[in-house]
């Protein structure tokens, strides 16, 4: 009972400080937890909400006049409302442009405007990067954008020059200035132009012989918008394949009977009639056709194999070692060189490609293990 009492006492207590009135003005500059405050930029603001408006405040809890219906966040700033109408703030709350849209989204890399039942492109600093013009906007990247007419037809714009490529867009793969475009049954390649003609019947990233992979994933592909601006294609042409640059330059024609991408060791082989050519990607240099074998051991340097004579290559296509040594395999050394073999006795080559241990011994060993690096 006497229990029983206590807990009746606590709720009738409870009870008479929940009707405590709150003043009218502190339930006014009660937070709501919509707000949004940054961590660590003083120049980047976030948003509260107060009396039923949006304003901005910084994380010194400094704020701007709440006088939005709704603020949201978009890309490297806001998406703000006004009686019905859109515009966009940047990262320090201020507004960009006009209040003049009737919708705004984030699509892609930058924000999808809607006026008066037409969609358009702003840049992220508001700058228009297609006109409010188009029934339909799918997506794209810096240099190019899928739109799509009342009828359903999809064509590709440039969009600087907002001229639309001929015919109907089939495929679309877009990275961050490039884009594999198929349209009359055929694949190319194009940016702000067109930089590989539409003759091939395949072009990927990774493409293997005989197989297409195109329509694997979406038919219009937006998942590499964030990928480097520069790197290699493999193109598909009457069953053989070649390789080309993102910005067009043909690095080898579809004569090839394999294009073999090492991507960790930064080489690409293609292969031709049984004999490899190298390419590394980094120098964007080329060897011809001449190797039997290619392979590498460890990290930095290509071994190959040329008229049954082992040489290496560094990463950048520089020649390490002459192809003179014997074809029993080129090997590095504890971080010392190269152990190379001619005439059946090993010497060491360093990085540089300097001889530093002559080949005149039946066999060369370190003290690695003993922990002697420098000794062999």
Do not use: W
Not at 40 to 65: H, I, L
Not at 299 to 322: H, S, W
Not at 333 to 345: A, F, I, M, Q, Y
């Amino acid at each position: 009972m006497k229990h029983f009492s206590i807990i009746c006492t606590l709720l009738i207590f409870s009870t008479s400080l929940a009707q405590v009135p709150v003043p009218r003005e502190e339930m006014r500059m009660e937070i709501s937890p919509a707000e949004r405050v940054p961590d660590r930029n003083p120049d980047q603001a976030g948003y509260y909400q107060q009396d039923g408006k949006y304003g901005f405040v910084f994380p010194d809890n400094t704020r701007k006049e709440a006088v939005y219906d709704k603020i949201s966040s978009g890309r490297n700033g806001f998406i703000v409302e006004q009686n019905g109408l859109f515009g966009i703030a940047d990262k320090k709350g201020e507004l960009i442009g006009k209040l003049e849209y009737d919708s705004i989204r984030v699509l892609n890399q930058n924000y999808l405007v809607k006026k008066k039942n037409k969609y358009g492109l702003l840049q992220n600093d508001g700058k228009s990067l297609l006109s409010v013009k188009y029934d339909k906007i799918l997506g794209g990247n810096s240099t190019a954008t899928l739109v799509q007419n009342k009828k359903g037809s999809v064509q590709l714009v440039f969009n600087k020059s907002e001229k639309k490529l001929p015919g109907k867009v089939e495929y679309a793969n877009f990275y961050h200035n490039t884009t594999i475009i198929k349209s009359g049954g055929k694949f190319g390649l194009v940016t702000d132009k067109v930089v590989v003609p539409f003759e091939y019947d395949s072009i990927a990233q990774s493409l293997t012989k005989n197989k297409n992979p195109q329509q694997k994933f979406s038919q219009f592909d937006f998942r590499h918008l964030n990928s480097t601006n520069a790197f290699e294609m493999l193109v598909e042409k009457n069953g053989k394949l070649g390789l080309v640059s993102s910005e067009g330059e043909l690095i080898y024609p579809p004569e090839n009977d394999e294009i073999i991408r090492e991507k960790v060791m930064g080489y690409i082989l293609a292969k031709k009639n049984d004999l490899f050519s190298i390419y590394f990607t980094s120098s964007k240099q080329k060897t011809d056709f001449e190797f039997s074998q290619v392979r590498t051991d460890g990290y930095g340097f290509v071994m190959a194999t040329k008229n049954n004579k082992q040489g290496a290559f560094d990463l950048k296509g520089k020649e390490i070692v002459p192809f003179e040594y014997d074809n029993t395999g080129i090997y590095q050394l504890s971080g010392l060189g190269l152990r190379v073999t001619k005439d059946r006795k090993k010497g060491i080559i360093n990085k540089e490609g300097k001889i530093i241990i002559p080949p005149i011994y039946d066999d060369i060993n370190t003290f690695y293990e003993g922990g002697f690096r420098e000794l062999l």
